[in-house]
């Protein structure tokens, strides 16, 4: 399991290479509020998004888009003409792509949807730097990234049978715990990350090898409980409300 510590992309205005929208935002790709959002523009080609010279930075996150409609999309992590990193994907979940801490000559995310059947629209792109968490979540760790946001509930006739569906949107509630680490680790690492949940929205990635396996998460309530057996480890917990796309 992953957790991003920082953001370099805060206040950065990326630039639309291909396909820029008319009368957007660039600006709303960097920010966090998800009611801020930029669409593209003919949907006849990909859609790419630059944003500089980066350095330090080992994970690009992207929550809240559309580039799957009827068909796959394929979503690349590209440095200036390289491809880093790419995944063809067939539902709109968030996305967390890790790897080693490399310096970016350009930093650009390409959307490419073919056919193009829309425009693609996303709400905000994360880059910086993430935590590994020793030995992972406890066993029984709820899987926030296979979850939807719709909740479901049918209204019935006399003889209890159905007669329509109600649905609404929800968010998702998520409760990680983390036992038996280091006093070193709470210290240090755990602390650093706290600092930062409290500052800005972080990713959880559950699955290093499935960049689709992430959430974007606020409203963190964070404990750190002392081992039942040693002093010598802890057991840090955190609860949070989270969005993985769906």
């Known amino acids: ?104 000559t350009d930093l650009r995310i390409i959307f490419t949807v073919t056919p193009n059947i829309q425009q693609t629209t996303v709400s905000y792109i994360a880059a910086g730097t993430y935590l590994a968490i020793p030995r992972g979540e406890q066993s029984g760790y709820s899987r926030q990234w296979l979850k939807r946001h719709t909740t479901s509930r049918a209204s019935t006739n006399l003889m209890v049978g159905p007669t329509g569906v109600i649905q609404k949107k929800v968010a998702l509630k998520g409760s990680l715990s983390i036992p038996n680490q280091t006093i070193d680790f709470a210290e240090t690492f755990w602390q650093n990350f706290i600092d930062f949940s409290y500052d800005q929205p972080f990713f959880i990635k559950e699955d290093d090898a499935k960049a689709e396996s992430s959430y974007i998460c606020y409203d963190p309530k964070h404990d750190i409980k002392a081992h039942s057996d040693t002093r010598l480890l802890v057991n840090p917990t955190m609860k949070f409300t989270c969005f993985n796309g769906l």
């Open 1 to 104: 399991m992953l957790v991003t510590t920082t953001n370099k992309l805060i206040g950065v205005t990326p630039t639309i290479l291909t396909d820029a929208g008319v009368a957007q935002t660039p600006a709303n790709i960097s920010d966090p509020d998800h009611s801020n959002t930029y669409t593209s523009g003919t949907s006849t080609g990909p859609f790419s998004i630059s944003f500089g010279a980066q350095t330090g930075i080992s994970y690009v996150a992207i929550s809240g888009h559309n580039a799957v409609a009827g068909s796959d999309a394929s979503i690349e992590v590209n440095d200036n003409g390289t491809t880093v990193e790419t995944i063809t994907i067939s539902r709109n979940h968030n996305l967390f792509f890790s790897f080693a801490v490399r310096s970016f």
